[in-house]
């Protein structure tokens, strides 16, 4: 068998050896669940595909949300020449002879609907073989890809396709998926007769995460489980699903969009001081496998983002976390940083710090960068000194209050604020010690001008 399979080839008979979720696979809209935000009556998808008239599309969404499904729904609802492939598998060199036979079908007045499963493997080079031919017309390209098209598919090809943003499964949708499978005797497990609550469909629905596909799999794993139990007839139980599941399927792609889905939730928590959340997500990602170390370095980030000098502690608590995770590792590493997470969650917030470093990038960025002044400049020759280097600087130990009233920016800059402590925690300590040296410097400058009047 070749890469190309013509989608008349698929479903002429069941093939019992096949997975229970690929014999279960809908094969009709009526068949399907889910995405009526696209497919109900009314809705753009269903419109384009009643209309046959569904261009080039892009399908995003979780593992086990319908995308292929609907697209072999789409090819056999189509009037064209449907193609199917898989990006893992397929080069240049079979990119562009399909591309040539639909050249040449569409002389013929033979449309061809071409369906590239994990679009988003296709390097720029490969996505670029297919341009040329959906901007002709020659080819109505279908993609299906788990993550972000605006990341993972070149602009061009995107722009000359439609995106539709599958959502995963509800609860409800995979029990009323799993409850057909196993009443169905033609392709389900109906012809073993087992029996399930809801309750207990409602447990695989929960732990496969909105994926339809995990969950198949689940119950057939769960099914044959039933059968050696022995009882009569076969029931499926918690004690079985729990064998079934071992470990809960987590939707995570370390390099993907959930990825900083996940990470971004974890922060805005612990920026709200919400510690049950941000406890929760910081769950998520080391279940999921995150690198413990990734989560440590954005901790560590949380704390002189959000917390700053409010609590100056916040950080040197999440340095000690990252130590604890490199040295005893996980699981047990996992303490530490939720201990970590909880204390930036309670802790005292403030962004001035953040916002006062911006500010200084900014200025750096579009301003002048003027020489240092001299008397700040260090003289360790004597040309130094006779060009002026360090001359009239004061040391700050010699003047009463430690303040003396010199210039430390440059001109272009002068009287400059970037730094605005808030009244959060430690912060306000700072705020009035700040207070208490403006007023030094007017005082300093006050005896200064006294001492020249009385010399002069």
Known sequence: MGLFQPISNVDKAIDRTRPLADRMRPRTLDEYAGQEHLIGPGKPLRTQIDRDDTGSLIFWGPPGTGKTTLAKIIANLTKAEFIEFTAVLAGIKEIKQVMADAERARQYGTRTLVFIDEI?????????????????????????????????????????????????????????????????????????KLRASDEVLKRIASYTSGDARSAYNVLEVAAGLAQQAGSDPPEITDDIVRDALQKRTLLYDKAGEEHYNLISALHKSVRNSDPDAALYWLGRMIEAGEDPLYIARRVVRMAVEDIGLADPNALSLCMAARDAVDFIGMPEGNLALAQAVVYLSVAPKSNALYTAYGNVQHDIEQTAAEPVPLHLRNAPTGLMKGLGYGRDYQYAHDVEGKVANMQCLPDNLLDRVYYHPTNEGIEKRIRERMEEIKKLRPAVARNKSSQSKKES
Do not use: W
């Open 120 to 192: 988003h493997r296709f390097n720029k080079a490969q996505q670029d073989a297919f341009l040329p031919h959906v901007e002709k017309g020659n080819i109505r390209l279908i993609g299906a890809t788990t993550e972000n098209p605006s990341f993972e598919i070149n602009g061009a090809l995107l722009s000359r396709c439609r995106v539709y943003v599958l959502k995963p499964l509800t609860e409800d949708q995979i029990v009323r998926l799993l409850r057909r499978a196993l009443t169905d005797e033609e392709r389900g497990l109906g012809s073993m």
